[in-house]
């Protein structure tokens, strides 16, 4: 079965909606592992930090078909898509590999772009999948995050969450 790869993000009413997204994840896809979670300041617009992590799991569902249960988690959790690309959101899913598949169609880019592009998805994944090669650049994503510039972004490692209830274990 494909490993896929989803990030995870919210700035409104963080904690519960992190939970909340694990919970329906896990109903969806089954068992899950995940990154730590990181807060990080809200980038491309004035808005509350961000709480954000990846998590994995293998499933054997065509990637399109898991995009779309990914859209419609987020308009569970009340997510409104606005016509501003960068700003506060109740939940972002987003599918960013599916095996080491590169898909390019009008709705689903996969690797998603946002890999290489943000520290907030980076470094949860090079966490999770050190050793793992980023299908188009052929670099593990230890060495991308290695390599990335961390001027610009002020993020940092949550262990749990601020309810010491840890998310789901690893």
């Known amino acids: 079965m494909p490993l896929c790869f989803i990030s995870i993000g919210s700035n409104i009413d963080r904690e519960h909606n992190i939970i909340s997204a694990l919970g329906a994840l896990r109903q969806q896809f089954g068992q899950l592992q995940h990154s730590s979670i990181y807060e990080s300041t809200a980038v491309g617009f004035t808005g509350d930090a961000f709480y954000n992590l990846v998590s994995t799991f293998n499933c054997d569902q065509e990637a399109k ?86 001027s610009k972004y002020q993020q940092r490692r949550i262990k749990h969450l601020p309810t010491n209830k840890p998310p789901h274990p690893k």
């Open 65 to 150: 078909h898991i995009a779309i249960k990914l859209k419609q988690i987020e308009a569970d959790h009340g997510r409104i898509r606005s016509k501003e690309k960068f700003s506060s959101r109740t939940l972002d899913l987003d599918l960013l590999l599916y095996d080491q598949q590169i898909i390019n169609t009008e709705n689903l880019k996969i690797p998603h772009h946002d890999i290489v592009k943000y520290a907030f998805v980076l470094e949860p994944l090079a966490e999770i999948a050190p050793d793992h090669q980023h299908p188009i650049k052929k670099l593990s994503y230890a060495q991308l995050w290695q390599d990335f510039d961390k």
